[in-house]
């Protein structure tokens, strides 16, 4: 059924056709006893599937990344498709409008996606607001950045603040540094800009009633020394995990032909073309660390096979995002059936 569906979808540019499916989720779930149908159809309830993972039990280990519902406003909707969790952002302390239109491209013929969004959300506030309203019983991770105008040496500041907006709300945190869709971020992950803006947010945590794990989320371009200095960073600060990985700004080994891509412009690259690079550096860090630091895996997921892979190489959970606009709402589903036999 979903084949006829995204063949529609894909008629419309990618942000029209995601609000399209959003809306018409939405509505289904407020029809009377929408709700129950969807779950019904869509989730899959397994007891050993439940994995609990720096101090959260997950219902199960597939969870929705963030950039799907940057403003929290399908939590209640997206609840009825069986994921474990979701990632809400990445949000910033003000209101910003992203890049420029086109913003996000499609490329059929990889299975991916190429999108330079450029954190585009409505504020931090606001989608704690939603989240606050929501009545989903969702494990639910605050991905926050910082705002554009922002300069690297006041970065802190804005995680600072979003944390404060997002610590009621939401049940971890995960530190973007990662986009390559906000000019400069990036430069974040270097070692001693990265290790004062974790230890700032980290004494922050330590004085709140109960403190939210933190997790940091990591790019695919990272050489073998970067990575080893996230590891220490990570070990040092104590973080809660990483996340492996973001979206990445290579684009070898594409099908879709060359003048197409070059069309597209810049933007980070996710989909199947990332998701051996994702596995690779997922694996590092696992037996870098013995397995000491939990690892939520993002890059290149489609079915239970692709997930699988992600769990072999140590990951403790694994997200999708462009494998739900391609493989449709029930992803989670059939991932997680899949894993329980």
Not at 58 to 83: H, Q, T, Y
Not at 228 to 249: H, K, P, Y
């Amino acid at each position: 059924m979903y084949w006829l569906i995204k063949k529609i979808l894909f008629l419309f540019p990618p942000e029209k056709a995601h609000h399209i499916a959003m809306g018409g989720l939405n509505i289904i779930r407020s029809l009377p006893g929408g709700k129950s149908i969807l779950k019904k159809y869509f989730c899959f309830a397994y007891p050993m599937l439940k994995k609990e993972v720096f101090g959260i039990t997950f219902p199960n280990p597939v969870g929705l990344a963030a950039g799907f519902d940057k403003d929290a406003k399908w939590i209640d909707s997206l609840e009825c498709l069986g994921f474990g969790f979701m990632e809400i952002g990445t949000v910033t302390p003000l209101p910003q409008p992203g890049n420029e239109k086109p913003r996000l491209f499609r490329l059929p013929k990889d299975r991916a996606l190429i999108n330079r969004m450029g954190f585009n959300n409505e504020g931090a506030e606001a989608a704690a607001l939603r989240i606050k309203k929501s009545h989903a019983q969702l494990i639910i991770g605050g991905n926050i950045g910082k705002n554009k105008i922002t300069p690297n040496e006041n970065a802190a500041e804005d995680y600072e603040k979003c944390f404060h907006a997002l610590y009621d709300v939401v049940d971890y945190f995960v530190i973007n540094v990662s986009s390559p869709n906000t000019p400069g971020l990036r430069s974040l992950q270097e070692k001693e800009p990265l290790q004062r803006l974790i230890l700032r947010l980290q004494n922050l945590n330590k004085q709140k009633p109960v403190p939210r794990p933190i997790l940091l989320k990591i790019a695919p371009d990272l050489n073998e020394g970067q990575l080893n200095d996230i590891i220490s960073i990570v070990l040092e600060t104590g973080l809660s995990g990483i996340v492996a990985t973001n979206t990445t700004i290579g684009r070898e080994g594409l099908r879709t032909p060359s003048d197409r891509v070059q069309a597209m412009g810049a933007g980070g690259l996710s989909g199947k073309p990332l998701q051996k690079k994702s596995t690779e550096i997922i694996r590092y860090l696992y037996q870098k660390t013995n397995g000491l630091v939990p690892i939520i895996a993002s890059g290149g997921i489609f079915n239970a096979a692709d997930a699988k892979e992600k769990l072999d190489a140590g990951a403790a959970l694994v997200q999708v995002y462009t494998g739900f606009i391609y493989e449709g709402p029930g992803i989670a589903k059939k991932i997680c059936k899949r894993l329980a036999e």
